[in-house]
């Protein structure tokens, strides 16, 4: 589905899975950018996901990333 003018997100295209709900509140402007990202990896995958599908695999690409975090984790322990 990917052409010349289809853009490389970071997120890749999510496997099937059974959402699971939460409930959280955030600004407008996030509810916006995050509307968005969900009609760009529709249009990236061809595949429709709503924002709460997205989140979670969005947040853990976020967790995985995070040096600092993964050092401070490792601290923990």
Same mark, same amino acid.
């Given at each position: 589905? $990917?052409? #010349? @003018? %289809?853009?490389? *997100?970071? *997120?890749?295209? *999510?496997?099937? %899975?059974?959402? %699971?709900?939460?409930?959280?509140?955030? $600004?407008?402007? =996030?509810?916006? &950018?995050? !509307?968005?990202? /969900?009609?760009?990896? &529709? !249009? %990236?995958?061809?595949?429709?996901?709503?924002? @709460?599908? =997205?989140?979670?695999s969005?947040? #853990?690409? +976020? =967790? #995985?990333?995070? /040096?600092? +975090?993964?050092? $401070? !984790?490792?601290? =923990?322990?």
């Amino acid at each position: 589905m $990917a052409d #010349a @003018n %289809t853009p490389k *997100l970071k *997120l890749l295209k *999510l496997p099937d %899975t059974k959402p %699971t709900k939460r409930t959280i509140t955030i $600004a407008p402007e =996030l509810d916006i &950018e995050l !509307k968005a990202y /969900a009609q760009v990896y &529709e !249009k %990236t995958y061809g595949d429709k996901q709503d924002v @709460n599908t =997205l989140i979670p695999s969005m947040l #853990a690409g +976020f =967790l #995985a990333s995070d /040096a600092g +975090f993964k050092k $401070a !984790k490792r601290e =923990l322990a």
